[in-house]
């Protein structure tokens, strides 16, 4: 009875929202057509793989771009656009055999050379590619034949497989790239070598694709072969929860992600329904603190940060038990996650108030807060509006009241634009950023957040140089049994000096409808897997 009460409601305020009736025009009559619409929580600020930094965009560009390899549930890696592979005795050579039956969906050849533009265009610092990232060890890419390539490194690179399988280097047609920024944009110059293509695209509201019926090169790991099942696929940019939920409960959408705590039981275990969690093995959400300066430059003033509050409490009682509190940055269910951590740090008021005596905090505001030489006690969260889903801006809230309540910190959050992010990080000016990333590698996953050439400190002074020789170093050993233990003293150096506050465990979550069959979620991103194999009926 209860399920049926929340049903009603959600669908209760769908009605309200929308306008219309379930026996509408909706997603479930267009499934029965053999086309499938999804409710998504994010527009993609940028359509380019090679550009976009959302994660939530890869979900909808995958659909038309593939990767030279897949990387599979075990953690090894399949073929997909390359059949095979080898890697030299020094790792600084990878070679790779083509298939020969790939196309872009233009109709042009995907071949070595195609596939070395696509390299050669990301690590060419003038084209701003955000997956140049994935490249930082690339040196050149050279075509012997038509369905060969040869990949060589300036040094041994451990994760250059995973970087490889990741839709961040997934292949635009060499055509496609002369549109460089112009690609960010949904158009039909985004030609890839996926089972879809872009159809339409209307901003703020949808994006469409169609079958692409040439297809037939899917993932090595893949039981479907040939065309996608679907005719079409939309995603429809629906950022609120309860209108999320309640156009699937009416049959205006076929599938949802992220569904909110207070949703779950609507669908899961409810006929009619399918209800599906995701693992969760790529970054926990993570304050990352700016340790170089303003009152985060002190170790003390961090540390506090880290302890002042009840987190397992928080996470509790913003997500009603659906996901863990974290421990580390790397996801609980990564193979080089650092179970050591678990219950060695935070929730000691007691112990941070100590601290921010020590450091100097020791005056009071009439709100409450600590202050020093009548300055308040402020670390800014600066979260970019695009980035924000999954209720985590709550959550930094609900963090930001007990800080205040326990220990007298201001942990002040400002929603504010990718523009001005982007802005605060060429000149090294941000003080707090909230994130996940979707690599899977924990060597790539420690570069990228706490690197001294990566995205967060590549424009810092004053970076921790022994953490950063030891990311280098895990990252140059290619034997990932060797590896793991240097893994595991960067996420414990990390959390010890409070770099980053780890504060919860982030899984993907699908509800549709049960004539839905196929879902499921990509290794590679933990997120909702292409549309490709999904297919409508009873």
Not at 115 to 141: C, E, M, T
Not at 194 to 223: A, C, E, I, M
Not at 230 to 248: K, Q
Not at 414 to 438: M, R, V
């Amino acid at each position: 009875m209860r399920n049926r009460r929340l049903l009603a409601a959600a669908l209760g305020a769908l009605l309200l929202l929308a306008g219309c009736a379930p026996s509408g025009a909706g997603a479930r009559t267009s499934a029965a057509g053999n086309s499938l619409t999804w409710g998504v929580t994010t527009e993609p600020q940028c359509f380019d793989p090679h550009r976009s930094t959302q994660q939530n965009a890869f979900i909808i560009i995958r659909n038309y771009v593939d990767s030279l390899i897949a990387k599979k549930r075990d953690g090894t890696f399949a073929p997909w656009l390359a059949t095979h592979w080898k890697i030299s005795d020094g790792g600084t050579v990878y070679t790779f055999r083509l298939r020969d039956d790939v196309t872009f969906s233009d109709g042009t050849r995907f071949d070595a050379r195609a596939a070395k533009a696509n390299f050669d265009y990301v690590a060419d610092p003038a084209n701003a590619a955000d997956a140049a990232s994935l490249l930082v060890n690339y040196q050149r890419s050279t075509a012997p034949d038509p369905h060969t390539l040869r990949i060589e490194l300036k040094n041994p690179d451990s994760s250059l497989l995973e970087s490889l399988s990741s839709v961040k280097l997934g292949f635009l047609s060499p055509s496609s790239l002369k549109k460089g920024d112009t690609l960010c944009n949904a158009s039909r110059s985004l030609v890839g070598t996926g089972p879809f293509t872009l159809d339409s695209y209307t901003r703020g509201q949808s994006v469409r694709f169609r079958k692409n019926p040439r297809y037939d090169w899917p993932p090595g790991f893949s039981r479907h072969r040939g065309p996608a099942y679907l005719d079409a696929v939309t995603y429809r940019f629906l950022p609120e929860y309860s209108t999320r939920s309640g156009a699937l409960a009416s049959g205006q959408v076929d599938a949802i992600e992220g569904v909110q705590p207070l949703d779950v039981p609507l669908f899961k275990g409810v006929k009619g329904f399918r209800y599906l969690t995701g693992p969760s093995r790529q970054t926990s959400f993570t304050l990352n603190i700016n340790y170089t300066r303003g009152p985060g430059a002190d170790i003390r003033v961090r540390r506090a940060l880290r302890d002042g509050a009840d987190l397992d409490a928080v996470v509790k009682a913003v997500y009603r038990g659906t996901v863990p509190r974290a421990w580390s940055n790397i996801g609980p269910d990564n193979s080089d996650y650092d179970a050591s951590l678990k219950n060695t740090w935070g929730n000691d008021p007691k112990k941070a108030n100590r601290l921010l005596d020590e450091a100097g905090w020791t005056g009071r505001d009439g709100d409450g807060y600590r202050t020093k030489d009548g300055e308040r006690l402020t670390l800014e969260v600066g979260y970019p509006q695009p980035y924000v889903r999954d209720n985590r801006d709550v959550l930094i809230e609900a963090l930001q009241a007990e800080l205040r309540q326990n220990i007298g910190l201001d942990l002040d959050l400002k929603i504010n634009t990718a523009g001005e992010f982007t802005d605060q990080k060429a000149t090294g000016n941000w003080s707090i950023y909230p994130n996940t990333l979707n690599p899977l590698d924990a060597g790539l996953e420690l570069r990228q957040v706490l690197g001294s050439t990566e995205f967060l400190y590549g424009n810092v002074h004053g970076y921790d140089r022994k953490l950063d020789a030891m990311i280098n170093r895990a990252l140059a050993t290619t034997d990932l049994e060797r590896r793991r233990p240097l893994l595991a003293k960067i996420q414990r150096r990390a959390v010890d000096r409070a770099y980053i506050v780890p504060l919860f465990a982030p899984h993907y979550q699908i509800a549709a409808s049960d004539t839905v069959h196929g879902l499921g979620f990509e290794t590679q991103l933990d997120s909702p897997a292409t549309s490709y194999a999904v297919r409508v009926g009873r």
